[in-house]
């Protein structure tokens, strides 16, 4: 895609930090990180949504996820790595890792509470989808 700032990335006409190549898979440090060694992982085909992925796609990137997640984990020495997929800052499929520390105090989602039997009502919807 002409405009995608990750598919000029994996054409190399900007530049990144890399972390990780293959020939689908691309990971490299985000230039504005939540915490120093926080990574994004694309595939190299142009996707914008996740649920737009074929099931190779998906179970091969949440695979170096995985890998990297360790990578992360024993050489940045954090106590875990949070993995993130929003999806509406660059509309190319990305895995957010972001290496976390149990006392970093970084926010958390604002949270809200169901009223009596909305849990239920809400469930059902979702459910009378899954295919
Ligand atoms: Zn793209």
């Not at 604002?110 to 239920?120: C, L, N």
């Amino acid at each position: 895609m002409q405009d995608c700032i990750f598919c000029k990335i994996i054409k190399k006409e900007i530049p990144c930090e890399k972390i990780y190549e293959d020939k689908n898979f691309l990971a490299f440090l985000d230039i504005e990180p939540v915490s120093f060694g926080h990574t994004l992982i694309i595939p190299k085909k142009h996707i914008v949504w996740m649920k737009d992925a074929d099931d190779f796609t998906i179970s091969e990137i949440f695979k170096l996820t995985k890998k990297l997640m360790l990578a992360i984990e024993k050489g940045l020495k954090c106590d875990f790595a949070q993995v993130s997929i929003v999806g509406e800052d660059v509309p190319h499929f990305h895995i957010h890792l972001i290496p976390r520390y149990f006392n970093d105090n970084l926010p958390r989602f604002p949270t809200k509470k169901y009223k009596d039997g909305e849990s239920s009502e809400v469930a059902r919807k979702i459910i009378q989808k899954i295919v």
